[in-house]
C-alpha cells in the first residue's frame, strides 16, 4: 500500500508561524506534525510515501530525506503553482497503480489505517472517506417548516452533528482519470464530479481522536495532550 502526504499548502490559519515553517512541520510536543504521521503510517504497515511539496517544500525534504530512519521509502513531488488538494495526484499518475492512500498533511488521529483499508476492499466503491462526528453548535433558535411555512419545530440554540471530513481517503487508480491534469482541482470538485456521474463513493465513521492541525484550536489541544501524554500515538 503506498500513501501520498499532501504537504503543499501554506498554511495560513496558523500565521505567523507557517511565515517561516511549512504547516506539516508544526512541532506538537517534541516532535513536528509529519514525523508523528509518518510514524503512524509506518505501524498502519505502510512502507512507501510520496509527499506532494509546494511551499517550503525544501525544509519537508532536509527533515525527512529518504525515509529510511523510519524503514520508509520517501519521495517527492513539487508543485510550481497550487493545484488544490488533489489536483497535485496529477504528477504521481505513473506511480499510483494500485490501491493508495490520501491525507492531509496537518492532521493526528488514533484512526486504525488497517480496519480502514479492510472497509474499502469489502466494497467496489473507488473512494472511502474517513469522516469524524463533528459537533457544531448554532447560536440561534432554528425552525424546521413544511412547504407553506407551517412550522414542524422548532430548537433553541441546538448543537448539530456532521459527518465531517478527516482528510484522509483510500482511492482507486481509476479515481486519477477523473483529476484533470494541470490545473488546480479541490477534492470538492472531485466530490461533486462524482455526485453528479453517479459514480459511487463510501464513507468510513472514525470514533477516536482526530485534529486538524491547521485550525488554531485543534493545534492548542494537540499541545495540550502532548504536555499530558495523551496524544495519539505518542510514546511509540
Given at each position: 500500500?503506498?500513501?501520498v502526504i499532501q504537504a503543499g499548502g501554506r498554511g495560513t490559519r496558523l500565521k505567523p508561524y507557517t511565515?517561516?515553517?511549512?504547516?506539516?512541520?508544526?512541532?506538537?510536543?517534541?516532535?513536528?506534525?509529519?514525523?508523528?504521521?509518518?510514524?503512524?503510517?509506518?505501524?498502519?504497515?505502510?512502507?512507501?510515501?510520496?509527499?506532494?511539496?509546494?511551499?517550503?517544500?525544501?525544509?519537508?525534504?532536509?527533515?525527512?530525506?529518504?525515509?529510511?530512519?523510519?524503514?520508509?521509502?520517501?519521495?517527492?513531488?513539487?508543485?510550481?503553482?497550487?493545484?488544490?488538494?488533489?489536483?497535485?495526484?496529477?504528477?504521481?499518475?505513473?506511480?499510483?497503480?494500485?490501491?493508495?492512500?490520501?491525507?492531509?498533511?496537518?492532521?493526528?488521529?488514533?484512526?486504525?489505517?488497517?480496519?480502514?483499508?479492510?472497509?474499502?476492499?469489502?466494497?467496489?466503491?473507488?473512494?472511502?472517506?474517513?469522516?469524524?462526528?463533528?459537533?457544531?453548535?448554532?447560536?440561534?433558535?432554528?425552525?424546521?417548516?413544511?412547504?407553506?411555512?407551517?412550522?414542524?419545530?422548532?430548537?433553541?440554540?441546538?448543537?448539530?452533528?456532521?459527518?465531517?471530513?478527516?482528510?484522509?481517503?483510500?482511492?482507486?487508480?481509476?479515481?486519477?482519470?477523473?483529476?484533470?491534469?494541470?490545473?488546480?482541482?479541490?477534492?470538492?470538485?472531485?466530490?461533486?464530479?462524482?455526485?453528479?456521474?453517479?459514480?459511487?463513493?463510501?464513507?468510513?465513521?472514525?470514533?477516536?481522536?482526530?485534529?486538524?492541525?491547521?485550525r488554531p484550536e485543534d493545534f492548542a489541544l494537540a499541545q495540550e495532550l502532548a504536555e499530558r501524554g495523551?496524544?495519539?500515538?505518542?510514546?511509540?
Open positions: 500500500m503506498k500513501a511565515l517561516i515553517l511549512p504547516k506539516p512541520m508544526m512541532p506538537v510536543g517534541e516532535l513536528p506534525v509529519i514525523e508523528i504521521l509518518l510514524r503512524w503510517l509506518r505501524r498502519n504497515g505502510i512502507h512507501e510515501v510520496h509527499v506532494t511539496t509546494g511551499y517550503l517544500g525544501h525544509l519537508l525534504q532536509i527533515l525527512c530525506g529518504d525515509g529510511s530512519r523510519w524503514d520508509m521509502r520517501i519521495e517527492y513531488t513539487e508543485e510550481t503553482s497550487p493545484l488544490g488538494t488533489v489536483g497535485a495526484l496529477d504528477l504521481l499518475r505513473d506511480r499510483l497503480d494500485s490501491t493508495f492512500l490520501v491525507l492531509n498533511g496537518d492532521l493526528i488521529t488514533d484512526l486504525d489505517l488497517r480496519a480502514l483499508f479492510r472497509f474499502h476492499h469489502d466494497h467496489n466503491d473507488a473512494l472511502t472517506i474517513a469522516v469524524h462526528d463533528t459537533l457544531v453548535p448554532v447560536n440561534m433558535g432554528v425552525f424546521e417548516y413544511g412547504s407553506e411555512g407551517r412550522v414542524k419545530e422548532f430548537r433553541e440554540k441546538p448543537t448539530l452533528s456532521y459527518a465531517a471530513n478527516m482528510g484522509v481517503y483510500c482511492m482507486e487508480p481509476e479515481i486519477l482519470e477523473l483529476i484533470p491534469k494541470g490545473v488546480p482541482y479541490g477534492f470538492d470538485d472531485l466530490m461533486y464530479r462524482m455526485l453528479d456521474e453517479g459514480r459511487g463513493a463510501r464513507v468510513y465513521r472514525h470514533i477516536g481522536q482526530f485534529m486538524d492541525i491547521g495523551e496524544l495519539p500515538m505518542q510514546g511509540h
